[in-house]
């Protein structure tokens, strides 16, 4: 199987896996990685890609092992604008994460062919009282932001590493890191890096890094701005 549950309760990753639809967490657990990555299921078309975890209501999602839990990439659109790259780990208005060994990352935005990319997943964000723990041995990346093909689009913005909002919490021992923006076309610009930490209203605390994304260019023959 793709996992086994141990007498203390925690789930060991036997190997790498790719989701179709996220794992919700409705209860406390510790996710065992062992070394594997779990990816979230990819957009098609330009929909949006989906996150690996949804924590569902004041819950702890405890990562430990040292493996990567990836967001779904955004689809790429050949005619249209690229869908948004998923978040890592979505943690609802009241989620937790602790991410003591291990990375989180968002997935890329889509490319967009005559319209804008889509812009990069979270590594892990909660958009109520959630609370954000990073330790020594932990990371969170956002995606990078799609670029646009053709036309004047803008490139999608980079992904934060973490999103905590009014009421939640984060602390960063380990690092986190904010995606690349996507590359413009034409007279669109490119798209802004994300940051490695956002604090909407919240608290923070810890001593690790945070670090934002590079901004989006645009090609030479273009007159848009770089992010």
Known sequence: GNATLRPDGTIKIEKDVTLDDPIRVETDVTIDLGGHTINGANGQNGSDGKPSFVVVGDHTLTIIGGGTISGGDGGDNPGGTGGDGAPGVDLGSDGNISVDDGAITGGDGGSGAGGNGGNGGDGASSTGSGTVDVGTDGSAAGGNGGISTGGNGTGGAGGNGTQTSAGGSTTVNGETNG?????????????????????????????????????????????????
């Open 179 to 227: 995606g690349n923006g996507g590359s413009g076309s034409g007279t669109g610009g490119g798209g802004n890096g994300g940051n490695g930490t956002v604090i909407d209203g919240g608290t923070a605390g810890g001593n690790g890094s945070a670090t934002g994304g590079d901004g989006g260019g645009v090609p030479e023959d273009g007159t848009g701005n770089p992010g």
